[in-house]
Structure formats: C-alpha cells, structure tokens
C-alpha cells in the first residue's frame, strides 16, 4: 500500500505539472494548445494503463504463486501422505505373507514407494520458503525415519520368519506414523495459509487498482472541464469577439473600439489584423470623403469659368454676326460706289457724302473688330483656366484611384490569412475527428473557426465589389475629365485661329479707311481718273466680298466654340453625377 500510495502522489504530481502547462499555452499557438490538451490526456491514459498493468502483474504474480507453489506443494503433501500409508500397507502385507515370492515383489515395491518419498520430501523442502514450513518439514521427516526403523526392523524379523515379533514391532512404528500424520496436516494447513496469503495479496492488489483508476479517472475528467475552460477562454471567445468585430466592420460600422486579445497565436494575429483592417479603413473612407468634397468644390468652381466662357463665345458669336452684317454693308457699299462711277462727274457731291458714310461705317468695323479681338483674348485665358481646373480635377482623381489600389492589396492580405484560417480549422477537425468523443470540444472549435473564415472572406467579397465599382467610376471620371481637357484645348486653338482673323479683318478695315481717305483727297482727281477709279471700286467689291467671307468663317468658328463649351459643361455634369454616387457608395461606412 505504501508503493500505491507513493505511485498516486507522483501521478497527482504530473498532472499538476501538465495543468501549469495548459494554463501557459496562451502564448503557444491554437495547434500547440490543443497538442498540449491532447498530451495531458494521453499522459494520463498512459497512468492508468500503467497502473492496470502494474496490478495484473501483481495479481498474476500471486495466481502464480498460488498455481505453481501453493497447489503444487499440497499435491506433494498428498502425495506424501499416500506413499506413507502405502508403505505401512505393503509392510503389514510383507509381514503378514508366508509366500518368498511374494514377499520378494512386496519388497521391491516398499523400496520404489520410499524412494518416492524421498524425492516428494525434497521437491517440498525445495518449494518452501519460510522458517515455519522448514521446521515442520525437518519434524516430519525425523518421524519418518523413525518410522522407516521401525518399519526396517519389522520387515527384518518377517524376513527371519518372526512374524508375530514383526507384528508387534509394526505396532510400535504406528504410534510413529500417527505422530507423522499430524505433521502433514500441519504442512497441508501451511501450504493452505500460503495460497490464502497469495489470495488475499491478489485482492487487495485488485482493489488497490480500482480504486487507482477511479481516482485517475476523476482527474481526466477535472483535466478535460479545465481543458474545456481554457478553450473556450483562450480560443472560443477571442474568436467570437473577433467575429463579431468583422460583422460590424462588414455592416458599415467603422467607430468601433478595437477588439483586445492578449493571445499571441494565430487568433491574436487575426484580431490585431481585423483592428487594422479597421483603422485602414476608416482612414480611406475619410479621404475619400475629404478627396469628394475638394472634387465636388473645384467642380462648382469649374462650372462657372465653364459657364462665364460660354457667355464670352455666345458674344463673340452675336458681335461676328454684326461684323458680317457690316461688311455685307461694305460690299453693296462697293458696288453703288462702282456703279457710281460711271456718272462720277455728275454726282461728285453725292459721292463725297457716301465717302463719309463709308468711312463712318469703317470706324465702326474697326471697333467692333477691336472688342472681337479683347473677347477672343478674355476667351483664351478662360480656356486656359478651364484646362487647368480639369487637369487637377484628373490628378486627385487619378490619387484616389491608387489609394484604391491599396486597398485591393489590403483585402488580398486579409483573405489570404482568411485562407490559412480556413486550413486551419480543416486540419483542427480531422484531429478532431481522429480523437472520436475525446475530439468533440475540438470539432466544435475548428467548426466556429471554419464559419469564421466563410464569413471574413464573404467581407473581403463585399469590399472587394464597392472598391471594383470606386475604381470604375475613378477610371471612367480621368477618361471623361481627359476628353473635357482635349476639347478645351480645341476650343482654345479655334479661338485663337478666330483671333487671327478679326487682326486681318482689322488690317483690312484700316486699309479701307486709309483708301476712303486718300479718296477724299483725291475727289478733284476723279473726273480726269473715272475709269481708273472704276477699276479701284471693283476692287473695293472684291476686298468688301473676302471680308465678309472671312467674317461669317470667324462666326462658325465661334458657334463651334460655344458648342464645345457646351459639350465641357455637360462633361463636368457627369462628373458631379460620378461623384454623388461616389459619396453615397461611403457613406454606408459610419465614421
């Protein structure tokens, strides 16, 4: 009992040692934790099949002592007692027989019956081993050779024909024999105590290793409930808050705290990367945000130079059509003047006064054709500013569409630990499975784990679509921005080339005024010249017609030029479209 006893205390002392472990697997990984719960209870499996061993072999130890000593030596007692008597019985035959012959045989088998005591009394001397059976053994084989002598002498004087000496002289080896029979039946009871020893040693060996196992027994249950809690504390629960974490991230929701896990294995990592997850998130979310209004500003702003341009090309439209009234004017102007001609003698006074006229109507060509020219000026510079709003525009578009990027990169990190969460959570059920009733708690933890990993890469699904659909919309938003800078450019050009030619309409009308002029000097000339001047108003005609063509181009020039702005509002409305969509695509994230 006190080797069980010692036994039970270096079993209370492993699994205090295995416990201590468990309570420290909070830095070891999940694998290790529940390596190191499976450990604990193969070590005490191995206890109680240790124990049970160890007690068979003492049972069994003492069954064989039973079977192959106690048994054994009480069938040589038997044995013994058999061969004696027998002995006494051939003696008294011996004696009581007259035939030689038959006395002879009887001898023969008196001599073999004691040699079979000899050799039983040796096999028992040499069974025995306790003081006790040795000092009966040696009383029992004094009387028996106290006995023999008798025996020896009776035979003796049988054999010399004194039988009824003989007879008397057996009579006394009775009185020995007698005595030597309560020796065997001290040896028979001596054997019967050893082998009631060895019973009794084999019961208490059986309870002793009953009541080990249950003790055992009850400490594999206390393990696995402290397995259990510790589980469910260091695995179960971080996991549940993590996932609760992902759900309100996957809701919109990015005000929340972050999730505070003191593991350092796999489930601290996914916590602390759903934390940045988090804190990203809501960083991007705010940018775009900020990035929308400062958008959606310069757009406001875009929309009125577009609008103060549109006006400036709608009056550089109405002053072209002036000027192409004006030189249509000029050029029938021309040709009474060519006509005129013709009776130039006569109507030299009326010529004289149309010359005025003429001049007066070149004045105004020529003013108008200077505000043409300040317009088209004002009109470039706005184009100019335009390009430049658009180009910005562009460029915090552009920006954002790479901050979008980022987050591709983010989320194809946060599905690929999604990934290794879900092998996890495979491999932990086929250990699970592996370890049947005992693996049950497992299974349940590989399966929250499993539909942990479902749902996160569900999140990185949704938050892959709304970044795929920010980075449409960003890429459609550059290419239209691009187009509304192309067309500025072009209206720019076209403006430009519409200012050329007001500078030669101007030229032209001050060449006509310096010709009208000169004409008025040269009246007194016309008389002697009238087939000369004739040949000058043709001219005139001719010059008046180019101008008026000239004016009606820069008129189409302009309608173009305030189509194109037209075409540039209507891009930078879409614009305003994309961004509205764009803040109402994030403004499902709380913030």
């Known amino acids: 009992m006190g080797k069980e006893r010692n036994r039970l205390e270096s079993v209370l002392k492993q699994t205090k040692g295995t416990m201590k472990k468990v309570m420290e697997a909070r830095k070891k990984s999940v694998g290790a ?11 005490l499996v191995l206890l109680i099949g240790g124990t049970s061993l160890y007690q068979m072999y003492n049972m069994q130890k003492n069954t064989g002592n039973i079977v192959e000593k106690a048994i054994p030596a009480l069938n040589q007692v038997h044995d013994i007692n058999y061969y004696t008597e027998h002995i006494m019985a051939l ?18 088998q008196r001599a073999q019956a004691i040699r079979k005591v000899a050799d039983l009394m040796k096999l028992y001397r040499e069974s025995l081993d306790s003081d006790t059976g040795l000092e009966q053994l040696s009383a029992l084989s004094d009387k028996w050779n106290e006995y023999m002598t008798i025996n020896s002498q009776a035979i003796k004087l049988s054999d010399e024909g004194n039988e009824q000496l003989a007879l008397e002289v ?16 001290a040896l028979v009871k001596h054997s019967q105590e050893d082998a009631e020893q060895d019973g009794r040693h084999s019961e208490d060996a059986f309870h002793a290793s ?17 397995i259990n809690m510790v ?3 260091t695995i179960i629960n971080p996991i549940k808050a993590v996932t609760a974490h992902l759900q309100r991230i996957a809701e919109g929701d990015l005000t929340s705290e972050d999730t505070l896990i003191r593991n350092e294995d796999e489930i601290g990592r996914l916590a602390k990367t759903a934390n940045d997850t988090n804190r990203t998130l809501l960083a991007i979310v705010s940018q775009i945000r900020n990035v929308s209004g400062i958008i959606a500003r310069q757009g406001d702003e875009l929309v009125r130079t577009v609008s103060g341009t549109k006006e400036g090309s709608s009056q550089i439209a109405v002053t072209m059509e002036e000027l192409a009234n004006a030189a249509g004017s000029q050029a029938e102007s021309a040709v009474e003047a060519s006509k005129a001609v013709e009776d130039l003698n006569k109507l030299i006074s009326d010529f004289a006064g149309k010359g005025e006229e003429l001049r007066l109507h070149s004045d105004q060509v020529r003013t108008k054709g200077e505000r043409g020219r300040a317009l088209m000026e004002s009109s470039v510079a706005q184009m100019g500013q335009i390009a430049e709003v658009v180009s910005q525009s562009m460029d915090t578009v552009e920006e954002l569409n790479r901050k979008n990027e980022g987050i591709f990169r983010l989320v194809g990190s946060i599905r690929s630990i999604s990934e290794q969460t879900h092998l996890l959570a495979i491999n932990a059920a086929i250990e699970a499975a592996r370890a049947g009733d005992s693996g049950r708690g497992f299974a349940v933890v590989a399966q929250e784990v499993r539909k942990l990993s479902e749902d996160v890469q569900q999140t990185v699904s949704e938050i892959t679509s709304i970044t795929q659909g920010i980075q449409a919309d960003s890429r459609e938003m550059v290419e239209q921005l691009r187009e509304g800078v192309l067309k500025t450019e072009e209206g720019g050009r076209q403006i430009l080339e519409t200012g050329s030619a007001l500078a030669d309409i101007n030229r032209s009308v001050d060449v006509m005024a310096g010709t009208i002029d000169n004409m008025g000097g040269d009246i007194r000339k016309m008389a002697g010249a009238s087939e000369t001047m004739n040949e000058f108003s043709q001219h005139i005609s001719a010059l008046a017609q180019q101008s008026a063509a000239g004016v009606e181009e ?8 305030v189509q194109a702005t037209s075409e540039v509002a209507a891009g930078i409305g879409q614009l305003r479209s994309r961004l509205v969509e764009l803040e109402e695509s994030v403004t499902r994230f709380r913030i």
Request: proline fraction near 0%; charge should be negative.
């Open 33 to 43: 934790k529940i390596a190191t719960g499976y450990a604990a209870l193969a070590l």
């Open 210 to 226: 009953l009541t080990i196992i249950s003790i055992i027994i009850l400490l594999v249950l206390l393990i696995i409930g402290l």
């Open 91 to 108: 003696s008294m035959q011996h004696i009581l027989n007259t035939d030689s012959a038959e006395k002879a045989k009887l001898e023969e």
């Open 170 to 185: 057996s009579q006394k080896g009775i009185d020995a024999f007698n005595a030597m029979q309560i020796d065997l039946e």
């Open 231 to 233: 589980i469910r504390k």
């Open 554 to 561: 820069t008129s189409a020039s302009a309608n173009e030029q």
